[in-house]
Nanobody
C-alpha cells in the first residue's frame, strides 16, 4: 500500500503564498505520477498539477502562479502556490499513481486532504 501525508495548508491573505508538501510511504516499487487536486465546497474535485520524471502538467487556473516539484529520493511532491486568490480556497489532495512491490499493475492513491483558505 501507499500512504500519502500532506502538510502546509492554512489560512492566507489574497496575494500571499503557501507551499504544500506530500510525502509518500509504503511498499511500492515505483511512483509513476504525483500531483495535486483540489475540491472547493459544492464543486467537483479538479486537477491542479501533476508531475512525472520528465513532464509537468498544470490546470489553466494554476499556470503562472503554481509550481509543482518532486524529490524522487524522498518520494515527496511539493506545490508552491503564489499570488493566491480567494478562488483557490479548497481542500487540496495529494495524488500518486504507484506500482506496488511485486505487482505489475499500478493504482491510484489519495492523501487525506489539507485545507487552503484564501481570504480577500
Amino acid at each position: 500500500q501507499v500512504q500519502l501525508v500532506e502538510s502546509g495548508g492554512g489560512l492566507v491573505q489574497a496575494g500571499g503564498s503557501l507551499r504544500l508538501s506530500c510525502a509518500a510511504s509504503g511498499s511500492f516499487a515505483s511512483i509513476n505520477v504525483m500531483g495535486w487536486y483540489r475540491q472547493a465546497s459544492g464543486k467537483q474535485r479538479e486537477l491542479v498539477a501533476t508531475i512525472t520524471s520528465g513532464y509537468t502538467n498544470y490546470a489553466d487556473s494554476a499556470k503562472g502562479r503554481f509550481t509543482i516539484s518532486r524529490d524522487n529520493a524522498k518520494n515527496t511532491v511539493y506545490l508552491q502556490m503564489n499570488s493566491l486568490k480567494p478562488e483557490d480556497t479548497a481542500v487540496y489532495y495529494c495524488y500518486a499513481k504507484a506500482a506496488l512491490t511485486g505487482w505489475i499493475l499500478d493504482y491510484n492513491y489519495w492523501g487525506q486532504g489539507t485545507q487552503v483558505t484564501v481570504s480577500s
